[in-house]
Nanobody, 123 residues
């Protein structure tokens, strides 16, 4: 079955770059009409969509974060990466990656999720 797993440092200092990797197994990240998304959940708050990268390498990111965020992929490793620069304590959250079905065919349909990884921004 499809599995996604987030990994990266659990603690990042303010002004540094938060870098995470989502390892996908059971499905190629280049599968047609699929995409791979990053979502986060700050403590006590709801889910916040961060961005998505499609099978065709198209990318879309949250407008409020566009100056700080980037996403990329490594097809040889079946990895999706996230970079969030100049972080502050407000970026503290559980970060998730998730698969998106029917990408390019209509509204996003999220199917598989990773377990999430806690990232704390603190000195």
């Amino acid at each position: 079955q499809v599995q996604l797993q987030e990994s990266g440092p659990g603690l990042v200092k303010p002004s540094q770059t938060l870098s995470l990797i989502c390892t996908v197994s059971g499905q190629s990240i280049t599968t047609t009409h699929y995409a791979w998304s990053w979502i986060r959940q700050p403590p006590g708050q709801g889910l916040e969509w961060l961005g998505v990268i499609g099978y065709d390498e198209s990318t879309y990111t949250r407008p409020s974060l566009k100056s700080r965020i980037s996403m990329s992929r490594d097809t040889s490793k079946n990895h999706i990466s996230l970079q969030l620069r100049s972080v502050t304590p407000e970026d503290t959250a559980v970060y998730y990656c998730a698969s998106v079905a029917k990408y390019g065919l209509g509204p996003y349909e999220y199917d598989y999720w990773g377990q999430g990884t806690q990232v704390t921004v603190s000195s």
